[in-house]
Every structure is written in C-alpha cells, then in structure tokens.
C-alpha cells in the first residue's frame, strides 16, 4: 500500500518538476492510478485548507488537481467532485460563498455558486 507521506512526497518533488519520472519508474498502472488519486485528495485538502485565506493559491492547487486527473486519467472522488465548481473552480463553502437548497420533490440538493451563479445537482437518495 502507498503511504500518505510517500504521496506527499511525490507532490513536493513534482512542484520542482521531477517527480512524474519517479512514479513512472514503478511501472505499475494501479499504483500509479493510486498515487494518482491520493494527489488529487492531498491537494483538495490543501485547496480547501487554504481557499478562504487565499484563493488564488488555492485555485492553483484545484487546477493542478485537474492536470493530474486529465494525465493521469483517473476520476476525481464525489466527495471532491461534489465541492468544487465546475464552472468557476471555486471550492464551495456552504454559508460562505455557496447556498445550499433542498429540492426534495426532486430529490436534489443544489448548490449555488456565490461566485458565478452556476448551480449544481446532487441527486441524493433517502
Ligand atoms: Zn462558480
């Protein structure tokens, strides 16, 4: 199993450029999927960490975020998917910049962008 801290390792060294090498090496699909996925949650972590004190840097991070998931190929994890605007790339923060509605005749929850104004439908199941 890949360890949280090997992750994070990977991560700093891939900032300075050198790490896609590194993981390439293992040779091995899944783990690097895995390594893959665990970025993409470090970094929504960090993003989300971040994003009221400054969203620019966070932005980056989400964008990052989306570079490996489009090298990589791999899904980003609804509870991230969920979170991050799809138009605006806004992490959305329930009373702070996004307004949360319960369609229950629809069976959705909508979340609205502050930012943008896009809204977004999670279908949720009783
Ligand atoms: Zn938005």
């Not at 949280?4 to 040779?27: D, E, P, R, T």
């Not at 390594?35 to 960490?49: N, T």
Request: net charge positive.
């Amino acid at each position: 199993m890949v360890g949280k801290h090997i992750a994070v390792w990977h991560f700093k060294h891939w900032q300075g450029g050198s790490s896609v090498s590194v993981i390439v090496m293992h040779g091995r699909k899944a783990l690097i999927e895995e390594i893959a996925k665990e970025r993409i949650e470090i970094l929504f972590d960090i993003a989300e960490r971040e994003f009221i004190s400054n969203q620019k840097l966070a932005k980056s991070y989400i964008s990052m975020m989306n570079k490996i998931r489009t090298h990589y190929r791999v899904g980003i994890p609804s509870r991230i998917k969920n979170r991050i605007c799809s138009n605006c790339s806004s992490i959305l923060i329930p009373g702070y910049n996004c307004k949360v509605t319960i369609a229950s005749s629809k069976g959705h929850i909508i979340y609205k962008c502050s930012v943008c104004g896009s809204e977004k439908h999670l279908h949720y199941r009783k």
